[in-house]
Structure formats: C-alpha cells, structure tokens
C-alpha cells in the first residue's frame, strides 16, 4: 500500500528529483568514458556511435536527456523556493505563525500569574 | 548529514550548471541531426578555447554536484555515515573528476 504522504505532488517531485540525479550520477562514467576513447582509439568510439543509431539506443538517450532535462528544471524550483524572495501571502504566513505562538504563549503566562 | 559548506557548494554548483546543461542540451539537440559521427564531434570541439571552457566548468561542477548528491543518498537511505561517509564521498568526486577531465582532454585538446 502506498502510504498517503507519498501520493502528494511534492514528494513526487522530491522522488522524481532523487531518481533523476541518481541516474545521472550513474550514466556519468560512462559517459565520459566513451567520450576518453577520442584519446586513445578513435576507431572505437565510431563503432559505438554507429551502434548509437540504432532506434532502441535512440530512445535509450531520450530517457537520458529527459532525466537531465527534468533534474535541472526541477533544481531551478527547488532554487526558487531556497532563495527568492518570499510573496506576500509566505510572509504573511510567516508573521501569522509568530503573533499566534505570541497570543497562546501570552494566554499562559496571564493565567501562569 | 550537510554542513553549510557542502549545502552551499551544492547549490553554487547547481546554480552553474543551469547554463551550462541548457546549452549542452541545446547542443545534443543540433548535434544529434544525421546520427553522430566522432569526426564530427571532435570537429567541433578540437582546439576550441570556447568548448574547453565550457566543458572544464561543467566537469568541475558536476564532480563536485553528484559527489554531494550522492552522499546524501547513500546516507539517507544506506546509512552510511561518519568518516565512511566523506570517503566514500571524495572517492566518488575524485573518480567523477578524473574521469571528466579524460574525457575532456580527449575531445578538446587539438
């Protein structure tokens, strides 16, 4: 069963985030790997980038530009939300929660005294 | 399991990237037209001052961006922590470094 926090919005795009950036983590050796063998043997490299044109291999590299495309526009909301300013309405939210915390902290020191 | 040290380089790092991966994609989209070829690949970055710029930045920031995401995962859903933690953390930088800056040497230097 899936547990109800995990049917949110959020921690789907938190799970799609982490997988996302996991992969990538993953693909990268590889990636540069194939990229090294310019160094040392060229030949190489064009058999595997003839490999490459091959359809399933074609949507193999779609799968992989998603997860990059998906990771950054994902990092840029999770950069928004850490570092740009905060809307009116947070900020009412924020003071909200201050004058509520002051008004029960208040009602027991009236009646602590 | 982040100190503001590391907190802070994930998100500087980041903060690089987001040019640097737009324009990758923008790249591998141009590129990707008629199949690829390695003379064509190398055609273009061989001996280009532009292309070593832009991929040294990323291989730098990238290492740094995955070896910090890394060590979250890990100790978020593995565990692992202590001095574990940082080892395996700047291996998988170091490796991620190495590796990028091959890769980078092979396809830029002419």
């Known amino acids: ?21 996991l992969g990538l983590a993953l693909f990268l050796p590889a990636h540069f790997y194939m990229l090294a063998l310019a160094l ?3 030949d190489k490299l064009d058999q595997f980038l003839r490999f490459a044109d091959n359809p399933l291999v074609k949507i193999a590299e779609f799968g992989l530009v998603f997860l990059l495309a998906v990771h950054v526009f994902g990092g840029l909301r ?11 309405r947070q900020k009412t939210f924020a003071a909200s929660a201050v004058g509520a915390a002051f008004l029960v902290a208040g009602t027991f020191l009236l009646q602590a005294v | ?15 690089v990237m987001i040019p640097l991966t737009l324009g990758h994609i923008a790249v591998m989209i141009y590129a990707v037209q008629d199949g690829l070829s390695a003379a064509e690949i190398l055609g273009r970055t061989k001996g280009s001052v532009v292309w070593f710029v832009f991929y040294g930045l990323f291989v730098v920031a990238v290492a740094m961006h995955a070896s910090i995401g890394l060590r979250v995962i890990v100790h978020e859903t593995l565990g692992l922590k202590g001095r574990a933690l940082e080892i395996f953390m700047w291996l ?3 490796l991620l470094l190495a590796m990028g800056l091959r890769a980078l040497f092979a396809v830029t230097l002419p």
């Open chain 2, 92 to 94: 998988a930088g170091l």
């Open chain 1, 78 to 88: 999770l950069l928004a939300l850490e570092f740009l300013p905060w809307s009116p």
């Open chain 1, 40 to 42: 040392d043997q060229p």
């Open chain 1, 1 to 21: 069963m899936i547990r109800p926090h995990r049917s949110h919005p959020l921690w789907i795009a938190y799970l799609l985030h982490r997988l996302s950036g």
């Open chain 2, 1 to 15: 399991m982040l100190g503001l040290r590391l907190y802070m380089a994930q998100r500087l790092s980041a903060m």
